[in-house]
Each structure stands twice: as structure tokens, then as C-alpha cells.
């Protein structure tokens, strides 16, 4: 049943509810249990990578002669700076490797940036009022890390080809205390658009008019993580180059959705002036990353082909997910006013709109069937949604047959919160 609520009567809508109210009791009495929220691999996908296990087989001696065993180098092993490389698709020099994650190394940027100012630039702190830009939806973990700190944020919504450029220029201009900006710039967390040249090349010319300390953090978490075509991501360092902003921008990775997920590598990539700044506070609190732990992931991707071949084998696994929820998204609201989505080619997770107002409600009803999603908000600054619309499906996880019921019910949970919303 194609439910278009602009042009319903009252009476049509009415008659609606009761039919999806009746379909809506019947899947409540299944008694499910399924999950929706969690962006994360599945067991099939992490099995891909059990090798690391006993690579090493005892010869801990990195290509370059380095005893991994040892304490010592703050950059990470010259073997994985490089992987780093591959995937950023930047020089080897320009990247340190880290810990098991990128999320940590975002931390300790923004606190560097904080606490004592990158490149010699004031500290955040100093400032009456910091705040980072912040394109909605996003990642939620990274408007902890503002909140924790108590800088501000400032939405900006995302479009088809990343945030609405238009917004931030006047933002920056206007406000020399905006100091940051959140950015997942291919298969987006969680909308699943990759920024398009004409944003990149904007975005890498906001060092030409921010204040001096502003800083991109560019994560670029599925660098790598295509489900079919390889989708190109514009080079932020190449626009960065010709805008003569090079400070501008620092650059994220990690092999968290590569290998094993939290127990990978983080990269970070930086103009020399960011990077001394920001080992200049990391050297205070370790001595280096797990280089053992480098090492094996240089051994199981000596080259970058093979990790190539590796992220094809994610993308086998992932494809039918994602053909799943498309294919529900699709068949129930391709031809009706019911809301909105994009159609990724990759990364973690699909993103829908309702109708304004609705998602909370949605996320009740599904949770009531036995389905759970992300708390409605959660993919905004501060868990608030001002239209109460997103809400965001992770298909990585739950096995096909899971997902496909979770989406049946979440299909019908959104047509009957809209209706009863249009209701009202
Ligand atoms: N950045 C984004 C956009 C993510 O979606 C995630 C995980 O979901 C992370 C970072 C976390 O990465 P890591 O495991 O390297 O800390």
C-alpha cells in the first residue's frame, strides 16, 4: 500500500492508521528481538581478517630492521605510516600511525588545538566562545568529544554532495571564534555521501578567511570501504596545496572496519607544523604506539593491492545488507511523501528522513516490535534532532534474514507514526 499523506483526505488517512495498526499488533505479537544500531562488522567480516592471528610467527623484525618489541617511535613503524599513505593517499612523511583508533587521535587533536594551539596558533581555550561546525547528520562520537569540552557546536546540514557550503563560508566569515569543523568526507557517518570536488575545493579554502587556529578534522573512517565502483573522494591535501592552506586541514584513517574493529591502526595526517604540535602533547602521555600490532597488519597487507582485494571481500559480505535496506526503502516509500534517503556506495550506514516529527515515534513503535534502532537525535549535536526526522540504519551487523524482517517492521513503524502524526 503506497501511503501519500499531502494529498490524503482525513477519512483515506483514518482508514490507514486502522490497516497498519492491525499489521502493526500482528508483528508486535512475533515477539522479536533484532538490532539495528550497531555500525559495526559482522563475525563474517572480522573472520576475514583471523590471520593476524600468529602472523608474526615469532620474527617481530619490521621490513626496516625495527625490534617491534621495544619501546621507541612515536610516528609508528615506517612500514605503516606508509599503509597509512596508501589509504589517505598521502606522502609517507605526512603521516604518524598510532593505537587501535582514530577516535582517540581525534581526541588528542582537538585537545591539542584546546589546551595549546596548533602551529602556534591561540589555544581554543583562551577563546570567549570556540565552536566547531558541526554537518547534520553526523557522527555522534565526534560531538562528544566538543561537548566533553565544552566547545560549542553549529549545525550545518548536510546535501548530496556534503554540507551546505553556502552556510559555511558565511558562518566562518562572520564568526572568527568558529575554530573547527567535523568532517567524514566519503560514505559519510551516516548519510553515506562523499563530498564532491566543488566542496572539497571550498572547504579547503576556508584557511583563507577562518581564524588562524581553525582546523579541519577530516575523517575519512571509509577511505576505502566501496561496496561496488570505486568512488572517488577529491584530494583535500591537493586543494589545500593550491589554496595555500596546508595548516588547515588534519586527516584521519583507520583499519578499524578493516581488520579486527578496535584492535587495528589509526593514522594521522598533517602539514609538519600540525603534527609537531600534536606529538608535542602526545609525547607527554606514551612513549608509542603497539608497534607489534603494526607490524602485523603490515604482514598481512605487505602490499596495497592486497588490502584492496581484502576490502572487496568486506564489500561481498556488505552489498546484499545494503541492497536489503534500499530495496524495503524503496518498494514502501519510492512513490510517496514519506521521506527521504540517499543511496550509498559504501562506508556503514543508510540514513533516512521522515516527515518532520516523526523519528521519535518511529524509534518507539519499532522498539516495541522488538526492533532497535539508534535513538532518534543521536546523529545530532547535544541528541537533538530540531526536526525530529533522522534516523539511522546500521545493516552491517544482523544476518540478511534479520535485517530483511527488522526492515519490514521498520517500514511499517514509519507509515504508521506518519500517518498518526498527519493526524494530530
Ligand atoms: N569515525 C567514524 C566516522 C566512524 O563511523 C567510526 C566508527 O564507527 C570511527 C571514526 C571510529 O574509528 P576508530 O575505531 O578508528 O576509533
Not at 560531538?143 to 553549529?154: A, D, P, R, S, Y
Not at 559519510?188 to 579541519?216: E, H, K, M
Not at 534500499?326 to 543511496?343: I, M, T, Y
Request: proline share 6%.
Amino acid at each position: 500500500m503506497t501511503v501519500r499523506i499531502d494529498s490524503a483526505t482525513r477519512n483515506q488517512l483514518q482508514e490507514w492508521e486502522k490497516e497498519l495498526e492491525t499489521q502493526y499488533q500482528r508483528i508486535c505479537q512475533h515477539e522479536l528481538n533484532l538490532d539495528l544500531t550497531r555500525g559495526k562488522p559482522s563475525a563474517e567480516q572480522l573472520h576475514l581478517s583471523d590471520r593476524l592471528d600468529g602472523i608474526l610467527n615469532g620474527d617481530y623484525r619490521s621490513p626496516d630492521g625495527i625490534d617491534t618489541r621495544n619501546y621507541g617511535g612515536l610516528d609508528g613503524l615506517p612500514c605503516s605510516r606508509a599503509l597509512g599513505a596508501d589509504i589517505l593517499q598521502v606522502p609517507t612523511e605526512e603521516v604518524m600511525a598510532g593505537g587501535n583508533s582514530s577516535l582517540t587521535l581525534m581526541y588528542h587533536a582537538v585537545l591539542t588545538g584546546y589546551l595549546f594551539g596548533f602551529a602556534g596558533t591561540k589555544p581554543w581555550r583562551e577563546m570567549a566562545a570556540p565552536k566547531f561546525l558541526c554537518p547534520v547528520p553526523g557522527y555522534d562520537r565526534h560531538f562528544t568529544i566538543c561537548e566533553q569540552l565544552g566547545i560549542g557546536m553549529v549545525n550545518v546540514p548536510m546535501t548530496a554532495t556534503g554540507p551546505d557550503m553556502d552556510t559555511v563560508e558565511k558562518l566562518v566569515r562572520e564568526d572568527q571564534e568558529i575554530i573547527g569543523m567535523w568532517c567524514v568526507p566519503k560514505f559519510s557517518n551516516p548519510t553515506g555521501v562523499t563530498y564532491n570536488q566543488d566542496t572539497v575545493t571550498r572547504l579547503a579554502q576556508l584557511g583563507q578567511v577562518a581564524n588562524p587556529g581553525f582546523r579541519i578534522f577530516w575523517d575519512n573512517a571509509y577511505a576505502i570501504h566501496d561496496l561496488d565502483q570505486h568512488v572517488n573522494l577529491p584530494s583535500i591535501r591537493s586543494a589545500t596545496i593550491e589554496n595555500d592552506t596546508t595548516d588547515s586541514v588534519i586527516q584521519f584513517a583507520s583499519t578499524s572496519k578493516v581488520t579486527h574493529a578496535g584492535a587495528g591502526i589509526a593514522f594521522v595526517s598533517a602539514s609538519s607544523a600540525n603534527l609537531d604540535s600534536l606529538k608535542k602533547q602526545m609525547q607527554a602521555m606514551t612513549i608509542g604506539p603497539d608497534k607489534v600490532n603494526q607490524l602485523r597488519h603490515s604482514r598481512l597487507f605487505p602490499e596495497f593491492t592486497l588490502l584492496k582485494e581484502h576490502m572487496q571481500q568486506h564489500a561481498e559480505i556488505l552489498k546484499p545488507k545494503f541492497e536489503c535496506v534500499l530495496k524495503h526503502l524503496e518498494n514502501a516509500f519510492g512513490d510517496s511523501d514519506l521521506g527521504s534517503w540517499e543511496k550509498p556506495h559504501g562506508g556503514y550506514f543508510i540514513s533516512f528522513d521522515t516527515r518532520p516529527g516523526c523519528a521519535t515515534e518511529v524509534v518507539r513503535l519499532a522498539a516495541e516490535a522488538g526492533v532497535k534502532l539508534t535513538p532518534a537525535g543521536a546523529t545530532f549535536p547535544y541528541g537533538k534532532d530540531p526536526e525530529n526526522r533522522n534516523i539511522r540504519i546500521a545493516p552491517s551487523f544482523p544476518p540478511l534474514e534479520e535485517l530483511d524482517t527488522a526492515m519490514s517492521v521498520l517500514v511499517l513503524c514509519i507509515k504508521l507514526a506518519s500517518v498518526r502524526e498527519q493526524l494530530q
